[in-house]
């Protein structure tokens, strides 16, 4: 059975432990990693999550995956080639540690932007954090033991907060700041 949807309450041991494998993972990509970010829900400070890391690189291009792929896997990081979102390229933490998900995407693309969007967009509005603990919340109680199911129910929300986001975004002129590691 697969484990259990659980949000716990924000912690801050969260962006302690990006910042080491931030560190980690640009001295071993060096400059083939144009960003290296802390997305998701760990990403915003106080905001409830699943205690589980959300990492995103970004390079210049997903092909040939030779620049990326042998880095992260000497780290011990396992490739998922059959993930089925052609916009990245996903790897998971290495067996035995902590619950990371790394996201590999290509600069620029819409696929990169969201996530960057998103987290920024939650940190300068914390009553929409607090909207969006609330949902998940809400929805891993009722969907505990089916992560797909808990994924989609709280989806047409974050589609809400992107649309905000996109507006805010027009209002002030937001760009990424500079790359967390």
């Known amino acids: 059975m697969p484990s259990p949807v659980d949000i716990v309450d924000y912690q801050p041991a969260w962006g302690v432990a990006f910042a080491g494998l931030g560190a ?3 001295r071993a990509l060096g400059d083939v990693a144009v960003r ?3 997305i998701g829900s760990t990403s915003v400070p106080g905001l409830a999550a699943k205690p589980v890391l959300d990492i995103q690189i970004s390079v210049l291009s997903l092909e040939p995956v030779d620049g990326f792929l042998g880095p992260l896997e000497g780290l011990g990081y396992v490739h998922r080639a059959s993930n089925p979102e052609r916009t990245k390229r996903y790897f998971r933490e290495p067996p035995g540690q902590r619950r990371t998900h790394i996201h590999v ?3 620029g693309s819409f696929s990169q932007q969201i996530p960057l969007l998103f987290r920024d967009y939650l940190r300068s509005h914390p009553d929409e ?3 969006y603990a609330e949902t998940k919340r809400r929805c ?4 505990r033991h089916d992560r797909q199911a808990y994924v989609e129910a709280k989806d047409s929300f974050v589609w809400q907060i992107i649309r905000h986001a ?3 975004a027009q209002q002030v002129g937001w760009t990424p700041g500079p790359s967390d590691a």
């Open 129 to 131: 954090a607090a909207a």
């Open 24 to 26: 980690v993972l640009r």
């Open 105 to 107: 995407r290509q600069l």
């Open 36 to 38: 290296i970010d802390h």
């Open 140 to 143: 891993a109680q009722r969907f």
């Open 166 to 168: 996109d507006a805010w």
